[in-house]
């Protein structure tokens, strides 16, 4: 037993200089030595996506074989733009209830994600219950407006105007006007009690004074939509499973570690110095 | 804890090829309370086979008594001990933090006095910038920080210490020895500490026990035992002397 527990051990100490003294060092310590850890939420991810995901799969399936009888000219093209309007509306109402469940989810995993970068103590199970209990109802009413704002960008694709912009103007605004704010007001619940409102505003504020940079990671975070591009089936779904396991976690962690820099900048520096350069070694 | 009374203790090993090995014999001595004892003799002369057996990790025979109590009529976890060893025993895919934790989240203590109790003791050892570490970034001696910081964690009355520095230098063994002999006072409990070095002995020792063959052969204060030209303590001074020639 002994041999089995017997450790390496480095030559020299361990100094307080080693420990990482910017964000991007951050992200790349926790990397190396939270690995496990960041698998972990992978999988809590894929727990909370796997309604999404599921549901993404049907909402598939049933396109493959109404476009498959359509191309054989089994039905008319009016019985197919019904049949897919049908598909669409159920997939868009269920993703409404997805959503919300994968908002559940990530709220229990950032709060995981801010104790990895603030280099506190993690109790995994622990943290994740307590990111559900304290933000996982903020989240759900987050995420509802996102799968709400969804399905009424679909519906004005249905049933909006003849003009091609005009018709994806209502799904364009939503992920230039909702999403980036939104995911600002998702990890300043993590940090502060706001009010979701003054939440929600203080992320538009941000947005505004941070575009370029903030309209980068919203294209990251929408980067999954290009999975859309992938025909085969099986394989769309497994590069999404594996993408959920192990890229989100990191992408996830490198825009938590984004957001902290802006609010540091634009609020902890001023407001809350003790919260400011958390996790990163002063020098 | 004021001492522990051991009384005629017997241990005897089965072994498959020598057959039945007596560890210990007519065994007897006083573990002071609140004192930092330390047992000492030749390898294989019994030391590690009585701190086992206070620890009742091992059967045996005659009597071990903590104050009043019977050691039979208390479990281990009721003895309230925490060992430390030279192997330290971390968990090496655990960080510092959790693996100082461990034996409070055994406990089920609650998560606030749990991060509460490793930082003071994290800053106490200076290991705070170590705890998000695993230990095989850390050196042998900060590794023996956190084992000593995982045995102090749920507060032991008595600590096993079974020749904890034989993996030191000379100058860190010096320093690691302040340390523990530091913590264990600050923190008010008593101490067994094994050793086969007198130098060692007589620099942390209230009281010394010194082991021959499976039977005590004196006891008493440093400076008692070190006069008293008893012949197995003439020869580990003999030993002694001639270690610090070959340095």
């Not at chain 2, 203590?109 to 170590?130: D, M, Q, T, W």
């Not at chain 2, 590794?143 to 860190?172: T, W």
């Not at chain 2, 002397?241 to 340095?247: A, G, N, P, S, V």
């Amino acid at each position: 037993m002994s041999l089995f527990f017997r450790s390496k051990k480095a030559d020299h100490d361990f100094e307080e200089d080693k420990l990482p003294s910017n964000r991007k060092e951050v992200f790349f310590d926790a990397l190396k030595i939270r690995a496990g850890t960041l698998i972990r939420l992978g999988l809590v991810l894929l727990l909370f996506a796997a309604p999404l995901i599921v549901a993404g799969f049907i909402k598939d399936s049933y396109y493959y074989i109404v476009q498959t009888s359509y191309a054989q000219g089994e039905m008319t093209e009016e019985n197919y733009s019904g049949i897919i309007f049908t598909i669409e509306l159920f997939y868009y109402v269920a993703k409404i209830i997805c959503f919300i469940v994968l908002g559940l989810g990530l709220s229990g995993v950032l709060r995981v994600i801010r104790q990895i970068i603030w280099g506190e103590p993690v109790f995994f199970w622990h943290d994740i219950f307590d990111g559900i209990k304290m933000q996982g109802a903020r989240y759900s009413i987050y995420f509802f407006f996102a799968g709400l704002l969804n399905l009424l960008g679909r519906l004005v694709i249905f049933f909006g105007f003849n003009s091609e912009f005009l018709k994806y103007l209502p799904l364009g605004l939503n992920y230039v006007l909702f999403l980036p704010p939104l995911l600002y007001a998702l990890i300043q619940s993590q940090i502060y009690r706001f009010r979701l409102l003054d939440e929600y505003k203080n992320g538009f504020i941000l947005y505004f004074k941070t575009i370029p940079q903030t309209v980068l990671v919203t294209i990251i975070v929408c980067l999954p939509l290009l999975f859309d591009l992938i025909s085969l089936l099986v394989l769309k779904y497994a590069v999404i499973a594996i993408y959920v396991v192990a890229v989100l976690p990191l992408l996830t962690m490198g825009e938590f570690l984004y957001f902290m820099s802006v609010l540091d900048r634009y609020i902890n520096k001023e407001r809350y110095p003790e919260i400011y350069d958390k996790g990163v070694r002063r020098k | 804890m004021k001492k522990i009374t051991v009384n005629n203790l017997k241990v005897v090993y089965k072994d498959k090829k020598r057959g039945n090995v007596t560890a210990l014999e007519n065994f007897s001595t006083v573990v002071f309370g609140n004192a930092f004892n330390v047992v000492i003799g030749y390898s294989g002369c019994g030391k590690t086979t009585f701190l086992r057996a206070v620890a009742g990790l091992i059967e045996y025979e005659g009597d071990i008594f903590f104050d009043d109590v019977d050691a039979f009529d208390l479990t281990v976890k009721d003895r309230n001990i925490a060992m430390v060893s030279q192997e330290y025993a971390l968990y090496p895919h655990i960080n510092v933090f959790d693996n100082i934790a461990y034996p409070l989240v055994l406990a089920g203590a609650p998560r606030s006095e749990i991060i509460e109790r490793v930082n003071n003791l994290a800053e106490y050892f200076g290991i705070k910038h170590c705890l998000t570490r695993k230990p095989k970034h850390l050196s042998g001696g900060q590794q023996q920080k956190v084992a000593l910081a995982r045995a102090m964690i749920k507060m032991p009355q008595l600590y096993l210490f079974d020749e904890p520095l034989s993996n030191f230098d000379p100058q860190k063994r010096y320093e690691a020895r302040q340390m523990i002999k530091k913590a264990v006072k600050d923190h008010g409990a008593t101490a067994i500490y094994v050793t086969h070095d007198l130098n060692e002995a007589m620099e942390l020792a209230d009281n010394v026990i010194v082991i021959d063959k499976g039977k005590v052969e004196i006891s008493g204060n440093p400076a008692y035992v070190f006069n008293s030209h008893d012949e197995v303590v003439e020869s580990l001074k003999s030993k002694v002397d001639h270690e610090q020639f070959i340095r």
